[in-house]
Each structure stands twice: as structure tokens, then as C-alpha cells.
RNA sequence: GUGAGUGUAGCUCAGUUGGUUAGAGCGUCUGAUUGUGGCUCAGAAGGUCGCCGGUUCGAAACCGGUCACCCACCCCA
């Protein structure tokens, strides 16, 4: 048994579960098509570089997550653990005129090397899109009222939208030195986490869950205080936008991200229930610079966890839809039979409708109990003494009514 | 990477202080109805008790190891 089971971190998607895929996947498409965003499908493995950079040296992704190996050629390469560094690359590759803008979204498994735990998994799958090419702070009004409007297309409620500004790359360091500053004076209450973040990334300390630490995290210089004027300013409009639109939304002046290629506008969608984890969906607005291109690339957009998105529905009870279901089940007697109701069954999918039968000559009630348990709508019985009339019995499994059909009036129709 | 819990039939799970032939429900198949499903009833099939080793007259149970799942920490979608 154990040999059969997928590693760790991965599953198998058996088709009743599919109907839940593809019910997410096509609220993915319909509600970001209307936004004039269309899919982009790139590679599932990627150069290694083009993640070092973008995503961060020093992130955790980076550092001890990356599905990494070496090709025949012994080209680093690795399996993507997300997907704007792609898109990005993508976009650079086919070029992108000055002062234009690209929409695109993405659907797709990704790779992280983490324990798996309840919302976590190895090989685990998102949705997302990116805005590229242009900055403004309608730009990112919209995008988080695209991801907004998603969740509710699903049916997903309970969430908690929150929002911050992390400020320009340039304003960053300042930043950081500010709340290191500060931090390191409080070396003696921290715990082995924090003191490694003093270091690695400060930033990183303001979202920490240790409840001993809370209250020197409040009296923490204030991100939005030591933002410049423009930085204030830019994330004043979002905040605006994002009010005219009547999207429900907190600021949360602690809320940073884990990657490094964020400025501006950080935003978290929050949903509790999911076992330890409660990111939905998360994104922001970043400046990339793909390997091999002069100028960063800026750009704003999200990614969702759709595993998560499942368990969310699951949680509220959010039904995904029917499952396919059979129009019609052939039952024959016979070998003659048999052969009549293969061609019966080849025309009858060839209208558009779902049939099956059964194809080993077993007992009538074997059949009709397998049409039951299929949930077919009609049987078409096929014996010899119809075969004689040259007849076809057709049952209506709702009400168990029967009527007589000639077979050539139903075959050789066109 | 660290720590906890779990592993018995296709599925969900019982299984007494270690004691004959390892159970139930659901599902599957067959029959009651020689060519008519669901409901009911009767019956059947289905297990290297995760794997390896140890203790013991005797292990699903106890001990050690190992693998897997799962949850939490970390981090994130």
C-alpha cells in the first residue's frame, strides 16, 4: 500500500474531485477575463536564477524551499515555488513596448519543499494574476478588487482583506535600519526567531506570534510613519480606491510578506479555518528584474492557494455543482443485442448525450442495478423477443414507465 | 529541519490485563424475482493487522527500529 501513495506533500486527484477543480478554475477564468486579463502558461521549471533574484536571496523559499537539481548539461534548474518570477521572465522574453501595460493570469501547480501540514503541500497549486508594466495606485485598487470579486464568485465569505504599504525599494533600507534600531534593544526578550529576523530580515519581526513579544511590537516605529511623502501618499489613494469601491478592508501596519521583490502596496486576503494557516490569497505590488534585462519591471498582482480556496469552501459548505451524471444506460440480452446497442450508444453520444452500457453480456438486473447506481435518466432494453419486433424497450428510471420504440426509427436517422 | 498523534477489509472504524478461526457499519457481488433498478431479507467475496526485528508457550496488542499519513512549530498560497 505504501509503495502505491504519492510522496509526501502530493496527492492523486481522483475524478470526483476534479468537479471541484474545475469549478474554481473556471470562476478563474470568467471573473479575470472580465478584467481583460488573459491566461499565460509558462514552463514548470525554470533557469534557478530566475527565482534567486526576484524572490529573494535571503527569503525562506529561497534559502531551504526550492525543489533544485542540476540537468545533463549541468544547468541549475528548478521547479517553480511561484509564479510571478516566471511571468516575469516571460514577459520580458516577448518584450514589452514602453509605457504598456500586460494582463495576465496563471493557473498551476508550484513546488515548495515544506513539511506538508493542513493548507500546505508540496506540489500545491495557484491562481494568479499580474498587472506589468505600469505604476499607479489605481492599478493596484483594481487588482484587489479583482481578487475581491473572485472570492465572492466563489461563494467564499468570512475572509478578512488587509492591506499596507512597505514603501519604494529606495526608502526600504532607512526602514529597515529604523526597526532594527529599535529591535536590538529588546535582544533579551526575544526568542531564537526573532533574534535570527534582527539579522536576516527585520521587517519580518513585526508579524511574529510570540506572545511575550507583543506589546515591544506595538511600540514599534510604525511602517506608515517612517514612509516618505510620496510613498504616504501613493498608499493614501489606494486606500481611497478601495473606499469609493466599498471593498472591506483593514490596514494593518504589521503586515509585510515574506518575498523581497515587494514596494508599495502588500496586501493578505485572511480566512480563518484552514488549521494553522490563513492566508487565502496574498500578493502586492514589486519591481523584477529577470535575468537579463536592463530595467526592473514593475508591476502588481496576486496569487491564491486553490487547495486552500477548497478547504474554505468546504468549510462553508459552498457546493461545487453536480457531477456529470448519465442521460442513458443500455441494457442488452444477448450478443445480437449487444451489437445493435453499440451502435445505438455510438449514436446517441454522437447527439451530445452521456450513455454507457454494459459490455459483458451480464444479467438484466446486474444492468439495471448499475443504471440505478449511475443515476441514469433512461434505459434502452435490448432483448430477443424486442430483437423479434424489431423494437427497443425504453425505461424511464424516474417513474419506471415503459414505452415501445422501433430500432429503425432511432437508428440510421441521418 | 524540530516535536506530537495515527497506521486493522475498497471506505469509516471497533478489537478487553497478550490467549482458539481478527470484527462491525457502509460499499461490492449473488440470490429471493428463469427478462426489470431503488426498499427489504438471506448469503458470499474481500485482511501478509504499514514493514523489519525482539520479548513470549502464544503478539493486531508489549519493546526497538523503520516507512507512511497527519497535525503543530517555522514559513507561506
Not at 117 to 136: D, S, T
Request: glycine residues 10%.
Amino acid at each position: 500500500m505504501a509503495k502505491t501513495e504519492p510522496l509526501p506533500g502530493t496527492s492523486d486527484i481522483f475524478p470526483d474531485e476534479t468537479a471541484k477543480w474545475q469549478f474554481i478554475e473556471e470562476a478563474v477564468r470568467t471573473t479575470f477575463q472580465r478584467y481583460g486579463y488573459g491566461e499565460l502558461r509558462t514552463p514548470i521549471f525554470e533557469r534557478t536564477e530566475v527565482f534567486l533574484k526576484s524572490i529573494g536571496d535571503e527569503t525562506d523559499i529561497v534559502q531551504k524551499e526550492m525543489y533544485t537539481f542540476e540537468d545533463r548539461g549541468g544547468r541549475s534548474l528548478t521547479l517553480r515555488p511561484e509564479g510571478t518570477a516566471s511571468v516575469m521572465r516571460a514577459l520580458a522574453n516577448g518584450g514589452i513596448p514602453q509605457g504598456e501595460e500586460r494582463k495576465v493570469f496563471y493557473i498551476g501547480p508550484m513546488f515548495r519543499g515544506e513539511r506538508p501540514a493542513a493548507g500546505r503541500k508540496r506540489q500545491f497549486h495557484q491562481a494568479g494574476v499580474e498587472n506589468v508594466g505600469k505604476i499607479a495606485p489605481h492599478i493596484d485598487v483594481e487588482c484587489i478588487a479583482m481578487l475581491d470579486d473572485f472570492i465572492k464568485n466563489l461563494g467564499i465569505s468570512k475572509t478578512r482583506m488587509l492591506v499596507n504599504s512597505r514603501g519604494v525599494l529606495t526608502e526600504r533600507p532607512q526602514i529597515a535600519e529604523k526597526l532594527h534600531e529599535y529591535f536590538s534593544s529588546y535582544k533579551h526578550l526575544m526568542d531564537e526567531d526573532n533574534l535570527r529576523r534582527l539579522d536576516t530580515n527585520v521587517w519580518r519581526i513585526l508579524d511574529s506570534k510570540d506572545e511575550k513579544f507583543q506589546e515591544v511590537i506595538l511600540n514599534a516605529p510604525r511602517i506608515d510613519e517612517l514612509l516618505s511623502d510620496e510613498s504616504r501618499d501613493y498608499f493614501k489613494k489606494v486606500c481611497e480606491g478601495l473606499d469609493v469601491l466599498g471593498i472591506d478592508y483593514e490596514i494593518d501596519p504589521r503586515l509585510v510578506r515574506g518575498l523581497d521583490y515587494y514596494e508599495h502596496t502588500v496586501f493578505e486576503l485572511q480566512f480563518d479555518g484552514i488549521g494553522a494557516q490563513n492566508a487565502l490569497a496574498g500578493g502586492g505590488r514589486y519591481l523584477i528584474q529577470p535575468p537579463g534585462i536592463k530595467k526592473p519591471l514593475p508591476g502588481v498582482g496576486f496569487a491564491c492557494g486553490m487547495e486552500r480556496l477548497m478547504i474554505a469552501l468546504d468549510e462553508l459548505g459552498v457546493s461545487y455543482g453536480e457531477e456529470p451524471g448519465t442521460d442513458a444506460y443500455l441494457v442488452s440480452l444477448g450478443e445480437e443485442a449487444l451489437k445493435v446497442n453499440l451502435k445505438l450508444a455510438h449514436q446517441l453520444r454522437g447527439e451530445g448525450l452521456k450513455v454507457q452500457m454494459d459490455l459483458e453480456n451480464r444479467g438484466m438486473k446486474a444492468q439495471l442495478r448499475t443504471a440505478n447506481k449511475l443515476n441514469a435518466k433512461k434505459c434502452y432494453i435490448l432483448g430477443d423477443s424486442e430483437l423479434d419486433q424489431g423494437i427497443i424497450v425504453l425505461k424511464n428510471m424516474e417513474d419506471s414507465t415503459q414505452t415501445e420504440i422501433k430500432i429503425e426509427d432511432l437508428l440510421n436517422k441521418g
